[in-house]
């Protein structure tokens, strides 16, 4: 199976949309160009609409989800703040271990794999936090975490959310729900290959940016100076000039479908995709009213037919459909399987597709 016939159903990265790819092979310019600078410019108000947001200091990091998420941190945490973090998957733990490197007293609140985290629970766990954080949409184990009560609810504290796999697959609002710092990725529902984090950073949170960061790269006191007007464009890192086309071209096809559509996009797939497994006898892992359409978590069966154990499936899936799908993580690698459905992949025929074949191989 050649790998331009992939399709991409993990937790990430997705296929990506065809215009994206296509803005791969526009010209290289200068990254201090006027056209890319006005480029670049627009990829931030594009970022701004699929946000959701008026936040000036919106911009996409240059580097993988995991740098949005230091950015995050780092920028907002003094030693010894206290910082309150939900943890119900793998990356509520990295958040952890994010903030406590960055010194912060971290209040970790544990809820079970495949069950959300009551905001109350956040919410009750330190009386005056620095930072409440959480993540939205769990890839881990594919269920949503609710934010916006957080939001209304947060004091003094910022409210720093995780939108990796929720930007442009499901509702999120960041200004209507009261986040200050968000991050995501162009690899999950923007449909852009993996490498920029866009990142937004409310006013409030720009008035609490540290002197001096633990990181230089990912120090937004440079690029906040543009925002507020204290400073004028100047050299910090060469930008991924043809990343930057790349997700124009992604935010371009989203707001072109409309975001909302895009939501309902996800939304149809998730569901044919959740009532069909459950239809051939699977069972769901994450807990209903919970689930991520984008990601959907399902149990390993224990009846596999003889021969074939739970990589060997998705090993079949891959060689003989050419589809992708992801292994559990952590306590669950081996347990449950995480079906993708993001970005240009989140098309129905995809579904009907990857259902037929689970049904040829697991006989049922
Ligand atoms: N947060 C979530 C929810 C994720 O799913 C991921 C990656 O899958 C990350 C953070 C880290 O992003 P990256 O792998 O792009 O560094």
Redesign the pocket.
């Given at each position: 199976m050649p790998f331009s016939d992939r399709i991409l159903m993990g937790?990430?990265p997705c296929n990506p949309y065809p215009e994206v790819m296509a803005a791969f092979a526009r010209p290289v310019l200068g990254h201090l160009d006027p056209e890319f600078v006005a480029l670049l410019d627009e990829t931030n108000e594009r970022l701004r609409r699929v946000f959701r947001t008026a936040n000036q200091l919106t911009f996409p990091v240059s580097a993988?989800?995991?740098?949005g998420?230091e950015a995050s941190f780092v920028n907002v945490v003094r030693p010894g703040d206290d910082v309150v973090i939900g943890v119900n998957g793998v990356?509520g733990g990295?958040m952890c271990d994010v903030a406590a490197r960055a010194g912060a007293n971290v209040h970790r609140v544990d809820v079970e794999w495949g069950k959300a985290i009551d905001p109350q629970q956040l919410l009750d766990a330190h009386p005056s936090p620095r930072i409440i954080a959480v993540?939205h949409?769990?890839?881990s184990t594919g269920v949503r975490n609710d934010v916006a009560e957080l939001g209304a609810n947060k004091g003094d504290a910022l409210l720093l959310v995780?939108c990796?796999?929720s930007l442009g697959g499901i509702p999120l609002e960041i200004d209507e729900w009261g986040i200050d710092l968000a991050y995501s990725?162009t690899?999950?529902c923007l449909g852009v290959p993996?490498g920029l984090?866009p990142l937004t950073v409310s006013p409030r949170a720009i008035e609490r940016i540290v002197e001096t960061p633990q990181s230089w790269y990912l120090d937004l006191n440079m690029i906040k100076k543009y925002v507020t007007g204290e400073g004028a464009r100047a050299y910090h890192h060469t930008a991924p000039i043809s990343m930057v086309y790349a997700l124009h071209a992604g935010l371009g096809v989203i707001l072109e479908e409309g975001l909302e559509q895009s939501w309902a996009r996800h939304a149809e797939c998730g569901a044919l995709l959740q009532e069909g497994l459950q239809n051939l006898g699977f069972e769901l892992f994450a807990q209903e009213g919970h689930r991520l359409p984008e990601l959907t978590t399902v149990v390993v069966p224990t009846d596999l037919p003889a021969g074939l154990d739970e990589a060997a499936v998705r090993r079949r899936l891959l060689e003989r459909y050419g589809i992708e799908v992801g292994g559990g993580l952590g306590a669950y690698a081996g347990k449950v399987w995480r079906i993708g459905c993001m970005g240009h992949t989140a098309r129905p025929r995809n579904v009907t597709l990857l259902l037929g074949a689970l049904a040829e191989i697991l006989q049922r």
């Open positions: 937790p990430g993988t989800g995991s740098a998420m990356f990295r993540v949409a769990e890839t995780d990796v796999t990725g690899q999950k993996p984090a």
